[in-house]
Each structure stands twice: as C-alpha cells, then as structure tokens.
C-alpha cells in the first residue's frame, strides 16, 4: 500500500512500475521491523553475510561483481536539451535521445523481481534546507545502505507533503550488472536519475553524488544555494566558541582525516575540540536573518574508503563502523567472522575469503594486485556512531561557515596554506585547484590534474556558469562572506617525503585561519595571496618542525606558479564565453604580480 497521496510521486511511480515490470512493489517506510526482515532475506540468499554480532553487531558484509567496483566517470552522462548548459567536462547526450536508448533496457528490468520504493530525504528532517528523493530499486543492498546513509522512510514523504513536485526521481535496476551497458545517467532539468547495470555504492545509492552533488549543484545554481564536495567540522575552544569550517579536496587528500581531526596535545591539553557535521558533502544557503553563510550535511552516514584507515590514521572512521555498518569487498576474516583491509593493522588473517570470494591461505593472493580488499573497498556507517559527531548535525538550519579551505596534492607549488585577498580571489584560488597524481592513482606520478573545486567529476551542469554562481554568491554575502584559504600538507624534500606531519597536526594551520578570521594575526603579502609569517603557525612539540622549516614550507617560487598559470589559462580556454570574465582577469593579475 502507498504511504502517500501526492499524485506527483504516484503517477510517476505508475509510469516506472508499466515499464520495468516488476513482480512486487513494496514501500520502505524505515520501520525497524521491515529492515530486519529485510536484512534476514539478504543474508538468507547469500546477498550478505552477517558479522560476528558480539565484535561488530549488526554488521553485514557485501561482494559486488569484480566488473562493478567504483563510480564509472565514462558511463556517467549529465542529459539536458542544450549540449552548452552542460559544458565540456561532462559527458553528454541530449534528454530524449538518452531515454530511448535506455527505455528499452529498463522494459520488463524487474519481472520477477520486487521493486522497492524509498522514499528519503537528504538533509536534517523538518530543515528548509533539505530535499526529498524517491529512489526505485531491485536492490536490497540499495535498501539498506540508504538506510545508513540518508533519512529514509515515512519521514521523508511527510517531508515532501502532499502536493509538492519538489523530489528527485530516482531509477535504478541492477539488471544484469553487465560492464558494456553500464549507465548512471542525470537528468538535472527533469529532476531525474537513472542508473542501469550496476550494483555498487557511488553508481547506485543515488542520494549521493548523484542527488546530492550532481542534481543539487544544479538546483542550487537555479534556486540561489550551494551544494559542494566538502567536509564541514567545527573548532571549539575552552570557553566553548565554535568555528565552523567547509573545505574541498579531491581524492587522496586527506579530506576524511581533516574532516574527523584528533587535536595535537598542544591544544587538546588547552581544552580545544574538534566536531564532525560533515566528512563528504555541504548544502550552504544564505541565512535570510543574519545573511551569513550556513551549511548542512546532506547525508546521514559516512560512505568511506577502508583500505587505509586505522587506529592511528583515523581513529573516529575506524570507531563508526564498529556497529551497524555494510563492508563491500573488503576481506572476510574467517579466524573470527570479522573483516580486514590493507592498512587496518599489520596482521592479515591466516584463515581468508579475499574480496573476490576466493578462500585464501594467508600466502596466495588470486586477486588483481594481491590485495586481500579492493583498494576501493567500502564501509557505508551511521554518523550517529561518530566520536566526535558534532551536536549540531541536526540543526535544520544547518552551522555558520567562518572560512572555506580548498586544498590539493602539489609537491612543490602551493605553500603549506595563504589566503585569498578577498571573495573574487579566493573563487579563483578554487578554480585554480589541482592535484598531482600519485603512483597509486596512474602510471605516471607527477601529471597536473586540474579539479576545480574538487567538483570536476559532481558539477551537473556548465562549470563556467558555476564559477559564475560562486562569484554571484559572494555579491550576495558581501562583508559576512566566509574568508577564503588554500592548503597543501604535501610539500615534500628533495628526497621525495613529505615535510609538514599532517593528520592532527593540521589543527595547527587551522588555528592560524582562524585568527586571519578574526584579524589577531597579520600576514606577509605575495603574488599569489596572504601567507603566515612562520612564527604564528605554533610547532610546539613537533620534533622535526622549527621556524626555518615552515618558512620554507610557505615560501612561494615565483616560476612554479607562472608555469601553474599556463596549466590554469587552459582549463578556462575549455569554457569559452560562459568562463567569468573576473576570474580570467584574476589570472591576468596574478601572472602580473609575479612577473614584478
């Protein structure tokens, strides 16, 4: 039975149920009951595979197909009418054309199969902020993760009322999960996603990137809001006062460990704390009283990476996801019924089931790369588990933004952190962002790869009249916008390794923002911005830091950046008349300064 009126979502729901033909259609309404039941099924099929219940109650561990383990960029198409309104970064096809080659995949999809309705809302419940999906699926595994990671249920739809047409419409079959007819497709002018033949998180739970980046960066273009790839955490101090900072970084930069930071001794032992709202996404909208900047966090859950996390690199990840949490394709510790990852510990289980399903005996690794777990494998954890979940994550008003931080991986450009000389700077400084590739990521280690924003891959539409919204929102802000900052913990020697110790101690460079936000500090001017002098970024404690090395940290080298300016000139070459003319003037000057 439907669990709402609004003709909207049940004439839609009609239209999908006649063309993918399903043999059940059941209503999520978030109960725990029907979860239960739910889970028991997957387990029950082999879908999933319960935990050890005493070590990590209500755990589930899950296995995609090798073919279907990571967000296809190739597949992923942004479809409006225009080809210009979307630019030339995304993948496009015109609206019509997309749904008649697709239309005939998704016909008779589901016969014999249940199709489940989730209704769920992304943002706090009872926030103005928040936006409400409806997510059609024959995915269990999509049931459950949306559990974890958005609002889901009833709630979502008292959310939406009974008459509004203001959801995202959500189709996803995993089909047969075959590589060659793989789609995740958005329909930003319709309010649409369709995702077909494939089974894994970031392609198929479809408030994340894809509503929640893809589709929101576009109502918020429209609707005069911002959705942004960004972490949101707060600094308190003794006397209670919090600062609130959103930052980008595209991947391998560390986001998740800044977004749930362990202070140093040096200011833990003072009293400070540091809170999570956020570790992926941020909603910020204008606050019509105060006409500050504030942000939500979309989502309900951590979607994060395992290989990697540990005890010592990110305490408080490794804490949420010991309850209640789905592990995809990491390795099955069979010693004990738990599960193991590259990085976790230095101890890999004798005993095995590698994250292909082959049984292993701790010597002979079948899987490509011999690693026990994908390096792309998943834990999907409630935030409510989080140590250090701010108690903010709530508010439906969401928290007031004091600075925005962009960052990347450059081993000898950017400084260890400068600020934008103001809002129209700073727009630019994000544009400018880039990040070199490491081993890890392609065979060739060094290459400049351009990331504005970190949003490259989540822009749903033209990033040129992004750029565009990034500057008229700062028009609107005026005086009370945030303060601009960029960062770089990756500076490395001339051996290769990296100077700056990272993790906990970037708190320190955060201190320093802080301060520049509330004008205690003063700072050198260069071409490229204000940066610290060395003597206010606080190494108390760190053996192997002095003054000389954060002065050289923050040195900037005037050739570096006129051969950056070059790789920055390309990228805005790409949006022709749609790029601002005031961020290719901000390059103009910049090249200027360092040329003087």
């Known amino acids: 039975m439907a669990l709402t009126t609004n003709k909207n979502v049940l004439t839609w729901l009609d239209e999908m149920v006649a063309l993918t033909k399903p043999a059940n259609v059941v209503w999520i309404d978030g109960s725990e009951a029907q979860l239960k039941a739910l889970r028991e099924e997957a387990i029950a099929t082999g879908e999933m595979e319960e935990l050890n219940q005493e070590e990590l109650p209500g755990c589930l561990l899950h296995r995609t197909k090798k073919n279907d383990v990571a967000r296809v960029e190739d597949r992923t198409f942004i479809c409006t009418k225009e080809k210009e309104d979307v630019g030339p970064i995304n993948n496009w096809m015109e609206t019509s054309a997309m749904k008649a080659k697709l239309s005939p995949m998704y016909d008779g999809v589901m016969a014999g199969r249940t199709m489940y309705v989730i209704p769920y809302c992304m943002g706090p419940l009872g926030s103005p902020f928040s936006k409400v999906g409806v997510e059609l699926t024959d995915s269990i595994y999509v049931v459950l993760n949306m559990d974890i990671m958005t609002r889901m249920g009833q709630g979502a739809l008292d959310q939406l009322g009974p008459d509004s047409n203001d959801f995202v419409r959500g189709l996803h079959s995993k089909a047969n999960v075959e590589e060659e007819n793989r789609y995740i497709v958005h329909f930003p002018e319709e309010n649409t996603i369709w995702s077909i033949n494939s089974a894994y998180g970031g392609n198929v739970l479809l408030g994340k990137k894809c509503f929640a980046l893809r589709i929101a960066s576009y109502q918020g273009y429209k609707e005069g809001w911002m959705a942004e790839h960004m972490l949101i955490l707060g600094i308190e101090d003794p006397k209670g006062n919090v600062d609130y900072i959103t930052a980008a970084f595209p991947s391998a930069c560390g986001k998740t460990n800044l977004a749930m930071l362990i202070p140093p001794a040096i200011y833990k032992d003072a009293g400070y704390k540091v809170w999570t709202v956020g570790d992926d996404i941020a909603w910020m909208h204008i606050d019509p009283d105060d006409g500050k900047l504030y942000a939500i966090n979309p989502e309900a859950g951590f979607f994060g990476v395992a290989p990697g996390?540990?005890?010592?690199?990110?305490?408080?990840?490794?804490?949420?996801?010991?309850?209640?949490?789905?592990?995809?394709?990491?390795?099955?510790?069979?010693?004990?019924?738990?599960?193991?990852?590259?990085?976790?510990?230095?101890?890999?289980?004798?005993?095995?089931?590698?994250?292909?399903?082959?049984?292993?005996?701790?010597?002979?690794?079948?899987?490509?790369?011999?690693?026990?777990?994908?390096?792309?494998?998943?834990?999907?954890?409630?935030?409510?588990?989080?140590?250090?979940?701010?108690?903010?994550?709530?508010?439906?008003?969401?928290?007031?933004?004091?600075?925005?931080?962009?960052?990347?991986?450059?081993?000898?450009?950017?400084?260890?952190?400068?600020?934008?000389?103001?809002?129209?700077?700073?727009?630019?400084?994000?544009?400018?962002?880039?990040?070199?590739?490491?081993?890890?990521?392609?065979?060739?280690?060094?290459?400049?790869?351009?990331?504005?924003?970190?949003?490259?891959?989540?822009?749903?539409?033209?990033?040129?009249?992004?750029?565009?919204?990034?500057?008229?929102?700062?028009?609107?802000?005026?005086?009370?916008?945030?303060?601009?900052?960029?960062?770089?913990?990756?500076?490395?020697?001339?051996?290769?390794?990296?100077?700056?110790?990272?993790?906990?101690?970037?708190?320190?460079?955060?201190?320093?923002?802080?301060?520049?936000?509330?004008?205690?500090?003063?700072?050198?001017?260069?071409?490229?911005?204000?940066?610290?002098?060395?003597?206010?970024?606080?190494?108390?404690?760190?053996?192997?830091?002095?003054?000389?090395?954060?002065?050289?940290?923050?040195?900037?080298?005037?050739?570096?950046?006129?051969?950056d300016a070059a790789g920055v000139a390309e990228l805005y070459a790409m949006f022709g008349a749609r790029m601002p003319k005031a961020l290719a003037k901000e390059l103009d000057d910049q090249v200027a300064r360092l040329k003087a």
């Open 309 to 563: 996390t540990n005890a010592k690199s990110n305490y408080n990840a490794l804490m949420s996801t010991k309850k209640n949490t789905i592990f995809t394709n990491v390795c099955h510790n069979m010693d004990n019924n738990t599960v193991w990852w590259e990085g976790l510990d230095k101890n890999p289980p004798v005993d095995a089931v590698e994250w292909t399903g082959n049984k292993v005996n701790g010597k002979e690794y079948a899987a490509e790369g011999g690693k026990l777990a994908h390096p792309n494998s998943r834990f999907t954890a409630p935030a409510i588990n989080c140590p250090c979940l701010s108690k903010e994550f709530n508010n439906p008003k969401g928290v007031p933004v004091t600075a925005i931080l962009f960052g990347g991986r450059r081993a000898k450009t950017a400084p260890l952190v400068y600020q934008s000389f103001n809002w129209t700077h700073g727009v630019f400084v994000g544009s400018a962002m880039a990040s070199e590739t490491t081993a890890a990521a392609t065979g060739a280690v060094g290459v400049v790869r351009r990331d504005p924003m970190a949003m490259r891959p989540f822009c749903g539409y033209n990033m040129g009249d992004y750029f565009g919204h990034w500057l008229e929102m700062g028009e609107k802000l005026g005086d009370k916008a945030p303060k601009i900052f960029n960062v770089n913990w990756f500076r490395t020697d001339a051996e290769g390794h990296f100077i700056w110790p990272g993790f906990g101690d970037n708190m320190r460079v955060l201190m320093w923002m802080l301060e520049r936000c509330k004008g205690n500090v003063d700072a050198v001017e260069t071409p490229i911005g204000y940066v610290p002098y060395a003597k206010d970024i606080d190494v108390t404690g760190l053996e192997d830091i002095t003054t000389e090395t954060v002065e050289d940290l923050l040195s900037v080298d005037k050739e570096l950046w006129l051969e």
